[in-house]
């Protein structure tokens, strides 16, 4: 989903499907991709990462996708389950001077996991 | 081993007082970041640590807010003069090495600063 305003986008998929979050991320530079989890009152914690001379990469029931061609990031999630709702955020990290601000963090998309 | 640490976990202030938040990184991060996170909202860039070198201080919403660190270790986020848009969860990250070198980011769980 695509951040708007203030409000995160929440995408809700049922226990047991797939979920796929995107983002969408800035700088075509940027050569190095993270997935981050925050559950409610936690900080972000790392899913699974990526490299751009990667497309594709897989983790425990985690899957992460690169096109690099549209700037498009996206996760996907098997077998969604009840603890996997939380707020997923994309960083991605461009080369350059030594500075704080070469990660970029997304808005975060919110999953909502029903029963 | 342990983690990120932050204290306090919450911390509610008065408009127009002084707070001061700590973050404890990973032992042997040279790298240490602060970030604010409004309600429902993204991570907000404050200020960059790296070894011995000048922070980056760039993001920085004003002259209120200031940050230091001694060496490599223990970090304080002060915010001065508090406000109400001020209320957020403020989070600390450590990396091995330098974001330019795209070191993974571990964060700590963050102080909930209120502002009343």
């Known amino acids: 989903g695509e951040s708007v305003g203030l409000h995160l986008p929440t995408l809700s998929v049922q226990e047991g499907d797939n979920s796929i979050i995107n983002c969408a991320y800035s700088n075509s530079a940027s050569d190095y991709f993270i997935w981050y989890k925050q559950e409610s009152g936690k900080g972000p914690q790392f899913i699974i990462d990526?490299?751009?001379?990667?497309d594709k990469r897989q983790g425990q029931r985690v899957t992460v996708l690169l096109n690099k061609t549209v700037k498009h990031l996206s996760l996907q999630i098997a077998a969604t389950q009840p603890g996997d709702s939380a707020v997923y955020f994309c960083?991605?990290?461009?080369?350059?001077?030594?500075?704080?601000?070469?990660?970029?963090f997304g808005p975060g998309t919110r999953l909502s996991v029903l029963p | 081993g342990a983690g990120v640490s932050q204290s306090p976990s919450n911390k509610v202030t008065e408009k127009g007082k002084d707070v001061e938040l700590r973050c404890d990184p990973i032992s042997g991060h040279t790298a240490l970041y602060w970030y604010r996170q409004r309600l429902g909202q993204g991570l907000e860039f404050l200020i960059y640590f790296q070894g011995n070198s000048a922070p980056d201080k760039s993001g920085l919403p004003s002259d209120r807010f200031s940050a230091e660190r001694t060496g490599e270790s223990v970090s304080t986020l002060t915010i001065q003069r508090t406000q109400q848009e001020d209320s957020a969860v403020y989070l600390c990250a450590s990396s091995l090495g330098p974001a330019a070198a795209s070191y993974e980011q571990y964060f700590g769980p963050g102080t909930r600063l209120t502002v009343t």
């Open positions: 960083a991605e990290n461009a080369p350059g001077e030594n500075y704080g601000q070469n990660f970029v």
């Open positions: 990526i490299r751009s001379n990667m």
